[in-house]
């Protein structure tokens, strides 16, 4: 079974610039997760959908930061503008279930962000 | 919300110690309680979990976690570790919000 895939893996920018990252869920898999992983600091919950809807976006900082998940597969998640502070390991994520559920949740490999 | 703290942030071991990484959880209702593991150059990967019943839970590789409400904490066991269980580990808590919330991790590094 193919793992969550994202891309790219490493990505450095400048601040003030925009990024984008992308992420391939597990087939079949309706809820998809973003997480943010600062150097020293455990994944922290930035976005939930299920299939092509937000669930939970509390902690995303929409001022510069988005997300979709077109047609409920892939999701993609766009910073601008680019601060410091947003230099860290952004995680995706997957589960079979619902989000009311407490299936696994199967990570993907990170795209690693340094900001400039 | 719920918080998760892990005691220890790096821990040095021989090959053949025995292992025990710390982790305390605040939060006032029923948890779900799990340890994740990523080795180095891979992914988060589920090590155990434990939602209830028994509160003694054995996941893959040879660790074991046990449950003790009264202490809100969930520590996780090795009776003899391997070079091979290098790593860093998190404790993560997932509330009645099925939203997980991890600790800061501990670096396990086994020498040989």
């Known amino acids: 079974e193919a793992g969550v895939a994202q891309s790219p893996r490493y990505k450095i920018i400048e601040k003030r610039q925009s990024v984008a990252f992308w992420c391939n869920p597990i087939s079949g898999h309706a809820t998809l997760y973003w997480y943010q992983q600062i150097l020293g600091q455990g994944p922290k919950l930035l976005i939930q959908f299920q299939n092509n809807g937000v669930v939970d976006d509390s902690q995303l900082p929409k001022d510069r930061f988005s997300a979709e998940r077109l047609k409920g597969v892939d999701s993609t998640l766009k910073i601008q503008p680019a601060k410091l502070e947003d230099s860290a390991v952004y995680l995706c994520?997957?589960?079979?279930?619902?989000?009311?559920?407490?299936?696994?949740?199967?990570f993907g490999p990170g795209t690693r962000l340094t900001v400039l | 919300a719920q918080s998760v703290s892990q005691h220890n942030h790096h821990v040095i071991l021989s090959e053949a110690a025995s292992l025990e990484l710390g982790c305390n959880y605040s939060y006032g209702g029923t948890v779900n309680l799990f340890w994740y593991v990523q080795y180095p150059g891979q992914h988060l990967q589920l090590l155990l979990k434990?939602?209830?019943?028994?509160?003694l839970v054995k996941g893959i590789k040879g660790f074991e976690a046990e449950f003790i409400k009264s202490k809100f904490s969930f520590n996780l066991r090795k009776p003899s570790v391997q070079w091979s269980d290098t790593a860093e580990y998190f404790c993560?808590?997932?509330?009645?919000?099925?939203?997980?919330?991890f600790g800061a991790g501990t670096t396990v590094t086994v020498r040989a």
């Open positions: 994520a997957s589960s079979l279930g619902a989000q009311t559920s407490r299936d696994t949740q199967y």
């Open positions: 993560a808590v997932m509330g009645n919000d099925y939203k997980l919330s």
């Open positions: 434990y939602f209830s019943g028994d509160p």
